[in-house]
C-alpha cells in the first residue's frame, strides 16, 4: 500500500467521523433546545461572569449558528442569536462555555495564553503553507527544504489543534460545574448540558486527528522524496 492509498482510507475515516460527530451534535443541540431553563443566555453569561468578579467582559450578539466565541483580545463573549435569546438547556451550556473562556482568561490559564501567543502565528501560517507545501511538492526532488518549510508551518497550525483540546475541555468543565452550583439546572438538565458540551468537544479531537494524520503524511512524502 502506496503512501497516498494510506492517506486517502485514513482521511476518509476521519471525514466520516467528522461527519458523525457533528451529525450527533446537532441532534443533541436540537434535542435539548426543547428543554426550558428560567433564564437566557445572555443572562447566564451575565451571572457567569458576575459570580467570577468578572466586570470588564461585554457580551454580545452575534449572526450566524455555532458562531459563538469569547474573544480575548476584545474581551468579548459573542453569543449567537439562537443562544443569546434562547432560555433552554443548549443555550445555557454554551453560554456558559463561552464565559468559561473568560474566566480561563482572566485566571491566565496556561494553555490558553499559549493558544493566544499562537493564535498571530498560525494565522500568517496558513495564508502561506497551502503554497509552500504545493510547490514544496512539485520540487522536492530539487529543493526539499521548501517542502520543509511548509511541513514546519503545517506544525505549527498541528500544534495549535492540540493546544486547543485542553483549552475547550476546561472551558466545558468549569460551564457544567457552575451551572450545577448556581442552580440554573438540576441533576437531569446538568447531564444534558454536559453531553451537549461533551459533543462539542469531539468536533476538536476530531480535527486534531486529521490535521495530525495530514502532517504526517507531508512528511512521509519527503522522506520518499529525498529517497528518490
Partial sequence: MNITTLYWIIFIGIALASWIVSASLERKFERYKKERLPMTGRDVAEKMLRDHGINDVQITCIKG????????TTKTVNLSEAVYHGANVSAAAVAAHECGHAVQHEMAYAPLRMRSALVPVVSVASNWMTWILLIGMLTIQS????????????????????????????ASRRAVNWLQEAGITDRHTTEMASDALHSAAYTYVVAALSSLATLIYYILILMGGRRN
Avoid: K
Avoid at 65 to 72: E, V
Fill in 65 to 72: 449558528q455555532l458562531t459563538d466565541h469569547y474573544n480575548p
Fill in 143 to 170: 529543493f526539499p527544504q521548501l517542502m520543509m518549510v511548509g511541513i514546519g508551518l503545517f506544525a505549527l497550525t498541528t500544534l495549535f489543534s492540540f493546544i486547543t483540546l485542553p483549552v475547550e475541555v476546561d
